[in-house]
């Protein structure tokens, strides 16, 4: 029999591997709903060859995905609409596993219906937990939901944890002998630009990763080391580690995905070529494996790996983040927030790549941290630290 999955942003990068990983399971995965909120024509294309039941799209698309679909001869789609649209597939019983492929806090609630619905949960939606922390892991024991990073680098410290570490006391301290987490970092397209250089940087440059191929939103999150900041808030949320134990290692070749140190001095590395359907194969199959198409690696053509420490200075993002961890609280639902309202800024030109880390500090000393209590909390200072953001931007882009 096979397992049925939903592929939440199956037009985005995430959303795009993982079809590739289904067109060569036929035998394994049938796709039972896909979403989409923009790039209508392709979604319908993907409706077309996979034959999906539902599509959700937003209210403001779904007459253009009924002409397109009427137009490519596909009559029988059910499409549903909106956030209630996500969520109601989030939910089907009909579904088994969900790719939690969007980006941002748009994908907050549709992940967490997943995860109350118990589902297997594929999550490379980060900005989901790094906004909802410790609700969203709770929620996930609660309703004996399987969470299991796509995020490579959270991937690669699961394969490389003893088995059963996701699931373990939550104390902050590593356990099972585990003595530290080393994420690792590309260090982004500008690793070796000056302050000066950084300043002039433009949209495109930023998009331009030397080793991933990825949407526009966590491009420039490399770029400025805030995906690395969020990923180290990701990486306590999902391994119960404060982020005393995780140390942000950059290696700019991306071969080595992150490590796990060890109590009795080993250290356990995920290697292997930078394909995101290493992680997606990995996370839909867990424990088992499935064959991808990605080479294995050749360490005679990478016989050079290179390390070195992140440059604060030059990257404040990654101590904003640290810090927002450290504070706890809301502090990480403000950072997320102000920085998706200055990715986006900088995307469409109002502000420079260096004003963002400045939207960030200045979002989270003027919003007020508290305790993140519930969803409605979460939400509401989301909303709240969206509109400080704005309004900086506002000054220092005009
Ligand atoms: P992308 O921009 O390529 O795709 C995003 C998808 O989300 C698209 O299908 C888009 O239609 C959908 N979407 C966008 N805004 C939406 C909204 N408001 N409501 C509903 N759907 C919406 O992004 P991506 O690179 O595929 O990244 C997706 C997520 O995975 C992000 O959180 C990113 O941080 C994470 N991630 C990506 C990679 C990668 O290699 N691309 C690696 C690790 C983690
Ligand atoms: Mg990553």
Redesign the pocket.
């Known amino acids: 029999m096979t397992q049925s999955v939903c592929i939440?942003?199956?037009?985005?990068?995430?959303?795009?591997?993982t079809l590739k990983i289904l067109d060569r399971h036929p035998d394994k995965y049938t796709l039972f709903a896909v979403?989409?909120?923009?790039?209508i024509k392709e979604?319908a294309q993907i409706c077309k060859q996979y034959q999906p039941k539902i599509a959700?799209v937003?209210e403001s698309k779904v007459d253009e995905l009924r002409t397109e679909l009427l137009a490519l001869g596909v009559f029988d789609i059910e499409i549903l609409a909106g956030?209630q649209g996500?969520i109601t597939v989030a939910e089907s019983s009909q579904v088994d596993i969900v790719m939690?492929?969007?980006?941002?806090?748009?994908?907050l609630l549709?992940t967490l219906a997943a995860i109350k619905a118990g589902k297997r949960v594929l999550l490379?939606?980060?900005?989901?937990l790094v906004m909802s922390g410790e609700i969203m892991m709770q929620a996930a024991r609660d309703h004996h939901a399987l969470l299991l990073p796509?995020?490579?680098e959270h991937n690669a410290i699961f394969q490389s944890l003893p088995q059963n570490y996701l699931n373990i006391e939550r104390n902050g301290q590593p356990q099972l002998g585990v003595s530290q987490i080393l994420l690792t970092a590309s260090g982004g397209p500008f690793l070796n630009h000056t302050l000066e250089q950084l300043h002039a940087v433009t949209p495109q440059q930023a998009c331009k990763h030397p080793n991933?191929?990825?949407?526009?939103?966590?491009?420039v999150?490399s770029a400025t080391l805030m995906?690395k900041g969020?990923e180290l808030i990701e990486a306590c949320h999902l391994f119960s580690i404060s982020e005393h134990f995780v140390t942000v290692v950059i290696h700019p070749q991306s071969i080595i995905h992150s490590m796990v140190q060890y109590i009795d001095g080993s250290t356990l590395a995920q290697m292997g070529n930078p394909d995101?359907c290493t992680?997606i194969a990995h996370a839909l199959a867990w424990p088992e494996r499935l064959d991808t198409h990605v080479p294995a690696l050749d360490l005679f053509t990478h016989s050079h790996l290179d390390f070195q420490q992140p440059d604060t200075q030059k990257f404040p993002a990654l101590n904003l983040a640290r810090q927002a961890m450290r504070d706890g609280g809301l502090a990480p639902t403000i950072l997320n927030a102000a920085n998706e309202i200055a990715v986006a800024a900088f995307l469409n030109l109002k502000i420079k790549f260096t004003t963002i880390p400045e939207v960030v500090e200045h979002t989270l000393n003027h919003v007020q941290n508290g305790s993140a209590q519930s969803i409605e909390a979460i939400l509401d200072t989301d909303r709240l630290a969206r509109d400080v953001a704005h309004q900086f931007v506002a000054s220092a882009g005009g």
């Open positions: 939440f942003g199956v037009t985005g990068s995430i959303g795009q591997s979403t989409a909120y923009s790039r979604l959700v937003p956030e996500l939690a492929a969007i980006v941002g806090a748009a994908g549709p490379a939606n980060k900005e989901a796509v995020d490579s991933w191929s990825m949407g526009q939103k966590i491009s999150d995906n969020l995101m992680p």
